[in-house]
């Protein structure tokens, strides 16, 4: 490692030719691709040893629950955060392992960069621990990675940043004549990107949503400097796909939920057990790594706001639990699918399907392979166990059972979770935000040649300004004078022919087809 990062060489670049090669004495430079490994090593020998003292019992740090995961730090590359208990002792164990660090790694910590948080604790103790670490108080909410951990994103003022921030790219455009088709290339690219990250955690309040929308939506109108913004088409038009007549701007609704869908999802693969499952297992119970829908949305009482808005996504679309009608389970072994409640075939479980069947059963959370006797070749024995002798009409709804799963094969695989909604079966957040947007924004009912014609548009090797304007042509959306009288833009004094010949009223298809001029050139 040593020869690794002093045994290189770098030359620099004048007027484009390199100089002679300069032996590196000082360790890496920014941007050298070994500098992340070198930022992992040390971190990780921090959270060595934050682990050996947790585990020798010298620092104590806060258990989830019951029998929950006990967290003492979380890191990502050199952002470290440490939890632990209101202690003198952990203060001492601390503040040594932090000296520890220093004289191991070389590199010194930041006591003003860093802060103390103390939730529900004594002013007093607060105020001698920051004396003793030498740091100063923070308080909650505060930002980690970026986000803001503690703070209520049901208050808009959680998300004034957020808006800020996005306001202050639009200035940074604010001098600049860009096109319309520009000004979507820029609200795709950037616009866009912006608060994907608050999105992928958060869920955003309707009138943020409002905001940031009226932003986007001026700004690719009217751009930032452009006065009264006139929207020639509706939203939920531009933000359909442009193969379905729209603009493809993704909405801000269908995104959020759509990220946070990805939650759901990742709750459920049982290869991948991270410790932020365990500490939601511990607090929730673990029928959430099993169970598709958690009684229909429900939440308990002393559930955090991100716990109830996660729950909330079995209502995201009116009548229907949307999450359960889009994850199946695919069979496999049978020995992790549970026969009454899981969705392993037809389209509803079947205590759904069988509701007075399964109130009888004695197996109602028992895996199929619990149930069944597989014998030779592909006969297989159902062995359904009542807690009481069943009446004849019981008996019907058991063959109509039986005669319902009599074609089940089983193979080798493990059974797994099925996303409809992707053929592959594999969760993405792109086919949940198309599957989303259906049901959520109502779509635009085009002919098929016109829609033929808004694909054709897109494939064009045309500038992007070009096309977003035939694509505003086609929808006779363009400012002519017949448009403005219309919208009360003009009056009918100023006169409404065509600046060209003066023959005709200045209509998009008289400009572009049945104007003289416009047949000349």
């Known amino acids: 490692m040593r020869a690794c990062v002093f045994g290189g060489n770098l030359s620099v670049l004048v007027n484009g030719s390199p100089t002679g090669e300069v032996n590196i004495q000082r360790g890496l430079k920014q941007g050298d691709p070994l500098a992340p490994f070198l930022f992992l090593l040390v971190a990780e020998g921090f959270g060595g040893a934050m682990k050996r003292a947790t585990d020798l019992n010298l620092f104590k740090g806060y258990t989830i629950g019951r029998g929950g995961p006990t967290i003492s730090h979380l890191q990502y590359a050199d952002d470290t955060l440490c939890i632990g208990e209101a202690s003198v002792d952990n203060l001492w164990t601390l503040k040594a392992i ?3 660090f220093e004289l191991a790694s070389g590199l010194k910590v930041n006591f003003w960069k860093s802060c103390l948080i103390g939730v529900n604790v004594n002013e007093n103790f607060m105020e001698v621990a920051c004396n003793f670490l030498n740091c100063i108080r923070g308080g909650i909410p505060f930002k980690y990675l970026g986000l803001p951990v503690g703070a209520n994103p049901r208050r808009l003022s959680t998300w004034d940043p957020l808006v800020e921030k996005i306001r202050r790219r639009l200035n940074s455009w604010g001098n600049k004549h860009i096109s319309l088709g520009g000004r979507l290339v820029l609200i795709n690219s950037v616009l866009n990107s912006i608060p994907i990250f608050y999105l992928s955690f958060m869920k955003m309040p309707v009138q943020v949503i409002k905001k940031v929308t009226r932003i986007q939506r001026d700004f690719l109108w009217g751009g930032v400097n452009g006065g009264k913004k006139l929207s020639w088409v509706k939203w939920k038009v531009v933000c359909q796909a442009k193969k379905n007549g729209g603009l493809g701007i993704r909405d801000l609704k269908v995104t959020n939920l759509s990220l946070l869908m990805k939650w759901r999802w990742r709750l459920l693969q049982r290869n991948d057990m991270a410790i932020w499952k365990e500490v939601l297992v511990a607090k929730y119970g673990a029928h959430i790594l099993q169970d598709v829908s958690w009684s229909n949305g429900t939440s308990p009482s002393f559930a955090s706001l991100w716990w109830k808005d996660i729950c909330d996504l079995e209502g995201c679309v009116e009548s229907r639990n949307w999450v359960a009608d889009t994850i199946v389970r695919r069979l496999g072994n049978g020995l992790s699918t549970r026969f009454w409640v899981d969705i392993w075939i037809g389209e509803v479980p079947l205590c759904v399907k069988f509701p007075r069947l399964f109130s009888l059963s004695l197996q109602k959370l028992e895996c199929i392979r619990d149930v069944v006797e597989i014998g030779e070749g592909e006969s297989s024995r159902w062995n359904l166990l009542w ?29 797994k979770w099925c996303w409809k909604v992707n053929p592959e079966g594999c969760f993405s957040v792109k086919s949940a935000y198309e599957a989303l947007f259906r049901e959520i924004v109502p779509g635009t009912l085009l002919c098929p040649w016109k829609l033929k014609i808004f694909s054709s548009i897109w494939d064009s090797p045309a500038p992007s300004k070009v096309i977003v304007f035939s694509w505003q042509l086609l929808y006779d959306r363009v400012p002519t004078k017949e448009n403005l009288l219309l919208r009360g833009i003009i ?10 010949c003066d023959d005709s009223p200045e209509s998009s298809s008289h400009l572009f087809i ?3 001029v416009a047949h000349v050139v």
């Open 491 to 500: 009056n009918q004094d100023t006169g409404g022919n065509c600046v060209w």
């Open 387 to 415: 807690r009481r002798s069943l009446f004849q009409w019981e008996e019907e709804s058991v063959v109509q059972l039986l005669d319902s799963i009599a074609n089940v094969s089983f193979s080798n695989e493990e059974d």
């Open 98 to 100: 932090l000296r520890g």
């Open 514 to 516: 049945h104007c003289k």
